[in-house]
């Protein structure tokens, strides 16, 4: 009623002039009838209460009653939209996409009229890009922009001085907001991968309250892989005025300034900052890189004793600092589930040795996982495919005694790593065993419940049976420990697996020279946790899964993310 009375311009009443000027013209003498019926309600209270004062206060609200419950109805026939009731056509007008609504607003002066209902606008907003604030009640936006600055850009920063870094929102609008900030910009939401030369990364751009902001997310601190992810904002979009924008550049320590950017290829966008005297600190470039070690590593250059780490990481911090934030982006895509995915696809943080922590993508083609580095190093950089694993080959693994033996597993891993040779240059002969009726049963859609059958047939005296889900491994976990002599970045690591398999692991030279697949068995410990032998290097990477909710991230289809992924490959290659 509040809508309705807005439109009809009569205030916060019960009564409106739209609702009456239709009864008028409908009914015309049933007002007469009304009103002798209304006396007559009136009489039966007078009668019931027998007291000639309270008959006198009920009569004008009775009536008032009955008139606003037949102003209700409305006409008994609308012929057209513009007879429906104005909250009932905010309703509808609510429902339709944010693109149509400028189009519908040429109809005529009164759909144009109703269209400026903040309602309409607060629900596109809410729908399609999820903002959820209240433009009226919100005193600073955007993750608490207060903590964002003072915190997060300078610590040492005051209030007042905070302040007045923000933009006026108090005459803003929901249209506004969806015109000149959430539409403009829709296509640069979701995830995307920075061209940092061989490093990569993840950055994610989301609409937080007012603003939109591009988070750069950094895993946790080497080798603390259980950690939540690390975020860094650099850069965001607000509503300046009424119907001006700004973008602000977020990276360095002197708190937001001016940048740009720029969208031109589809799936692409650039960003700029125009004050990069923002980015330098009063010490030069020693404080500049203690200050990023710190951030980046969680320690001094002194705590770190391994001379080939040290190195690393003053490479890393020469290369990436030079771009001052002047970056292209190119969109990336989450994997769909499939019913037959061994697990749920999606990103990982793992231990890459003195690499530190990276970030990579698991997903599943057919019979095959596959993990693809978002963020790399010099010798496999960001984009390449660092495993490769073949469902189809489960290894049944010894006990415990045996498990401890470098040279037992590498026995078994390297028995099915010559069987998956020889059927590459021999294309033609049929594989024998379980894996062979697992690819026949499992090729066309993920694991397959015939190969996940014969491995827990092989690893449990009493099998369970399969399904096509998530649910399709083990549940019955088995012992499992680390053999002698693996180095691993993690002491602390699941002792019981669900399901292991045959894989094989990128590894490269200084500037990506001479790649080649290295053979290693991959271990299944939980829906969220796995692991990775490397046979050669004798090392031993863990992975656990990124828990973060990504808006805007996942892949339309199958052919989609794929098309994404050999993209990527060739970004770095």
């Given at each position: ?11 916060q ?10 009864n ?20 039966e ?50 429902s ?12 005529c ?18 729908e ?23 915190k ?16 006026d ?52 601190h080497d ?26 550049c ?65 490479m ?36 890459y ?32 495919l ?109 002792r ?5 398999f ?9 500037g ?47 052919e989609r ?10 970004w770095?290659?």
């Amino acid at each position: 009623m509040a809508v309705c009375a807005r439109l009809c311009g009569v205030g916060q009443s019960r009564r409106c002039r739209r609702r009456q000027r239709h009864n008028q013209q409908d009914q015309g003498s049933d007002s007469d009838m009304d009103e002798e019926e209304g006396e007559r309600i009136v009489g039966e209270t007078q009668s019931v209460t027998g007291g000639a004062e309270n008959s006198a206060a009920a009569r004008p609200s009775v009536a008032h009653e009955a008139a606003a419950d037949s102003a209700s109805t409305g006409p008994p026939n609308p012929q057209s939209l513009l007879d429906l009731p104005p909250e009932l056509l905010v309703e509808v007008f609510s429902s339709l996409p944010g693109t149509e609504l400028p189009n519908l607003a040429l109809v005529c002066k009164k759909i144009r009229q109703i269209l400026n209902t903040e309602t309409i606008w607060r629900r596109r907003c809410t729908e399609e890009f999820g903002m959820r604030e209240d433009l009226r009640k919100m005193e600073v936006v955007g993750v608490s922009s207060r903590e964002l600055y003072a915190k997060r850009v300078n610590p040492r920063a005051k209030s007042v001085r905070f302040m007045k870094l923000l933009p006026d929102f108090e005459h803003m609008d929901y249209r506004d907001v969806y015109r000149h900030l959430l539409h403009p910009y829709r296509h640069i939401l979701g995830l995307w991968q920075p061209d940092i030369g061989p490093y990569g990364g993840l950055l994610n751009v989301v609409v937080d309250g007012l603003f939109i902001i591009g988070w750069m997310y950094l895993p946790p601190h080497d080798p603390r892989v259980e950690d939540p992810m690390r975020r860094r904002p650099l850069f965001r979009i607000h509503m300046w005025e009424s119907n001006k924008v700004a973008v602000e550049c977020m990276y360095g320590h002197k708190g937001p300034h001016k940048g740009d950017i720029q969208t031109g290829k589809k799936d692409e966008f650039s960003t700029k900052c125009n004050q990069t005297d923002h980015h330098r600190m009063p010490g030069g470039r020693q404080e500049e890189f203690r200050t990023w070690l710190e951030e980046e590593w969680g320690r001094t250059l002194e705590d770190i004793f391994h001379e080939h780490m040290q190195e690393l990481i003053l490479m890393k911090f020469i290369y990436t600092s030079q771009y001052d934030n002047c970056l292209t982006y190119r969109r990336i895509y989450l994997p769909p589930r499939m019913p037959s995915d061994l697990l749920q696809p999606g990103l990982f943080k793992g231990t890459y040795g003195s690499h530190g922590l990276e970030i990579i993508m698991l997903s599943f083609h057919g019979p095959c996982a596959r993990a693809t580095k978002l963020t790399g190093d010099p010798n496999v950089p960001a984009g390449q495919l660092t495993l490769d694993v073949d469902l189809n080959r489960p290894v049944c693994l010894p006990d415990l005694e045996h498990q401890r033996s470098m040279e037992e597993l590498s026995r078994l891993v390297l028995g099915v790593h010559e069987e998956a040779q020889r059927e590459v240059q021999n294309p033609d002969v049929a594989p024998q065993g379980a894996a062979s009726e697992g690819a026949v049963a499992g090729g066309a859609g993920g694991a397959g419940a015939a190969v996940l059958e014969s491995a827990m047939e092989a690893q449990s005296e009493s099998p369970q049976p399969a399904s096509s889900s998530s649910s399709s491994a083990p549940s019955e976990a088995q012992p499992f420990v680390l053999p002698l002599g693996v180095m691993t970045r993690n002491e602390v690591y699941p002792r019981t697996c669900k399901i292991c398999f045959y894989g094989t692991g990128l590894i490269a030279g200084h500037g990506f020279t001479s790649p080649e697949r290295t053979p290693g068995l991959f271990v299944l410990f939980d829906e969220d946790h796995f692991g990775f032998i490397w046979l050669e290097l004798k090392s031993f990477s863990l992975y656990s899964r990124l828990t973060d909710r990504l808006a805007h991230a996942y892949a339309p289809d199958m052919e989609r993310f794929e098309a994404m992924l050999r993209n990527m490959q060739s970004w770095t290659s």
